[in-house]
C-alpha cells in the first residue's frame, strides 16, 4: 500500500500534461501529404446495416482489412484507393448469427474468403469526395459509390506515422451480389458505414 500511494500522485501529476497533449489528428486539408498510404487494420472498420423484419435496423462489422491509398491533394481526381476485407472477419451480437454469415447459405467465406473494393474514379469537392468503384463479394463485381469525407490528417505519436483517416458511406443492394437470404424479411437494401485510417508507407 505504501509504494502504491507514491505511484498514485506521480500518475496524478502526470494527467494534467496528458490533458494539455495537442490531438495529432487536424481537420485540415492540408496538413495531408502527397503519397502512398497503408491501411491500418487495428482503427479501421467497416459496420453494415440492414432492416430487420421491419422492426428495427440491425448491425454488424468486418474487420482487418489491408489494402493502399495513393492521393495527391492538388490532384484529388487522381486518387487510387484498393482495400480487402476478409468476409470471416464478421461479427454482429450474436455468434450464431456471424456462423450463420460466414455460411454458404449467406456470404460463403469458405468459397470467397475476401471482399474488395478498388476504385475507378474519385471527385473532390472541399473535404468531401465521391467515390466511384467495383466491390467483389460473394463472387460478383458490381459498381457501387461511396461518398467519403476527411477527417483528420497529421503526425501519429505512437509510432510516429504519417497518417489520414475517412469516413465513407454508401448503399448496396445484397441481392446484387447473389446473397438473397430471407429477402425481404431482411432487407435487401444494406447500408455500409466505413471509418478508415492510412499510415504513410516508408
Request: aromatic fraction near 6%; charge should be positive.
Amino acid at each position: 500500500m505504501r509504494a502504491l500511494i507514491p505511484a498514485l500522485a506521480l500518475a496524478a501529476l502526470a494527467l494534467p500534461a496528458v490533458a494539455q497533449m495537442p490531438v495529432p489528428g487536424r481537420p485540415d486539408p492540408g496538413a495531408v501529404q502527397a503519397g502512398t498510404y497503408q491501411v491500418e487494420p487495428n482503427h479501421t472498420q467497416v459496420r453494415f446495416g440492414v432492416l430487420h423484419m421491419g422492426f428495427n435496423p440491425y448491425f454488424g462489422t468486418f474487420s482487418g482489412a489491408s489494402g493502399s491509398l495513393t492521393l495527391d491533394p492538388a490532384h484529388p481526381a487522381a486518387t487510387r484507393l484498393s482495400v480487402s476485407v476478409p468476409v470471416a472477419s464478421v461479427a454482429t451480437t450474436s455468434a450464431k448469427l456471424d456462423g450463420e454469415l460466414k455460411s454458404a447459405d449467406w456470404l460463403d467465406a469458405g468459397k470467397f474468403p475476401t471482399m474488395t473494393f478498388t476504385s475507378t474514379g474519385v471527385s473532390a469537392s472541399g473535404t468531401s469526395a465521391t467515390i466511384n468503384g467495383t466491390l467483389t463479394l460473394h463472387g460478383v463485381s458490381r459498381p457501387v459509390t461511396l461518398q467519403a469525407r476527411f477527417v483528420g490528417a497529421g503526425k501519429n505519436p505512437m509510432g510516429g506515422a504519417r497518417t489520414v483517416g475517412f469516413t465513407a458511406r454508401g448503399t448496396l443492394n445484397r441481392s446484387d451480389f447473389g446473397v438473397t437470404k430471407y429477402v425481404p424479411l431482411v432487407s435487401d437494401a444494406v447500408t455500409i458505414e466505413i471509418t478508415a485510417a492510412f499510415e504513410q508507407a516508408g
